[in-house]
Nanobody, 133 residues
Framework: QVQLVESGGGSVQPGGSLRLSCKGF????????VAWFRQAPGKEREGVAC?????????????YYIDSVKGRFTISKDDVNNTLYLQMNSLKPEDTAIYYC?????????????????????WGQGTQVTVSS
């Protein structure tokens, strides 16, 4: 059974850092397109970053970020631990949201990724990130 379990959320002051983790169960996460989305109170869920699948050899995926997090957030995969990460630096109050990881279980190494909400059909339970002074 495919499962995604997030962890690592918390409360930080503006300018702080957090690293979110998303462990995959029932599938080999690094080979699939995976993404991070977030949903702030009263707002629609939005994509934050995604990365396409690895090919098991020299290609490990190409990341894509929305403009508001470029240079601050880094998405990465850990093949050994079957885990997706989101390193978040220079956090701002507007980054406050519940963060979700997701996959569409598409093997697409080398084809890039998109943050189209409807294309992802496996979701984690979410982890809260609060940025406040």
């Amino acid at each position: 059974q495919v499962q995604l379990v997030e962890s690592g959320g918390g409360s930080v002051q503006p300018g702080g850092s957090l690293r979110l983790s998303c462990k995959g169960f029932g599938f080999t996460l690094p080979y699939y397109r995976v993404a991070w989305f977030r949903q702030a109170p009263g707002k629609e869920r939005e994509g934050v970053a995604c990365i396409d699948g690895s090919n098991g050899r020299s290609y490990h995926g190409t990341p894509y970020y929305i403009d508001s997090v470029k240079g601050r957030f880094t998405i990465s995969k850990d093949d050994v631990n079957n885990t997706l990460y989101l390193q978040m630096n220079s956090l701002k109050p507007e980054d406050t949201a519940i963060y979700y990881c997701a996959t569409d279980l598409v093997l697409n190494a080398g084809y890039g990724c998109r943050l189209e909400l409807r294309e992802y059909d496996r979701w984690g339970q979410g982890t809260q990130v609060t940025v406040s002074s």
